[in-house]
């Protein structure tokens, strides 16, 4: 079984910054994958960044490329999503993931197995 943590969610003002960071316990193997992902009200929830526990590569939507930083501490069993030059439209519940299935890491959330609870995020402009 996988528990996943979120927090670090809160408000902001636009061009400001915020470090999200989710704690695992359970299985944490290198070959898993972890995501952050985010829904908005009346959207579907969307891809936002992805690593596998190995950190041997990083995946971003395009949307926060360049703006957001995914990554992780294995000795604490949590990854981090570092969101700098905040949007308005970066609000949402961020979400973190954990995918055990082998293979190419995803960026569709109905193939992650295990989700947080979610933390709020707010950008006002």
């Known amino acids: 079984q996988v528990q996943l943590v979120e927090s670090g969610g809160g408000l902001v003002q636009a061009g400001g910054s915020l470090r999200l960071s989710c704690a695992a316990s359970?299985?944490?193997?290198?070959?898993?994958?972890v995501g952050w992902f985010r829904q908005a009200p009346g959207k579907e929830r969307e891809f936002v960044a992805a690593m596998r526990w190995s950190g041997s590569s990083t995946y971003y939507a395009d949307s926060v490329k360049g703006r957001f930083t995914i990554s992780r501490d294995t000795a604490k069993n949590t990854v981090y999503l570092q969101m700098n030059s905040l949007k308005p439209e970066d609000t949402a519940v961020y979400y973190c993931?954990?995918?055990?299935?082998?293979?190419?890491?995803?960026?569709?959330?109905?193939?992650?197995?295990?989700w947080g609870q979610g933390t709020q995020v707010t950008v006002s402009s």
């Open positions: 993931a954990q995918d055990e299935h082998i293979g190419a890491v995803s960026r569709i959330a109905r193939a992650y197995d295990y």
């Open positions: 359970g299985r944490t193997f290198t070959s898993y994958a």
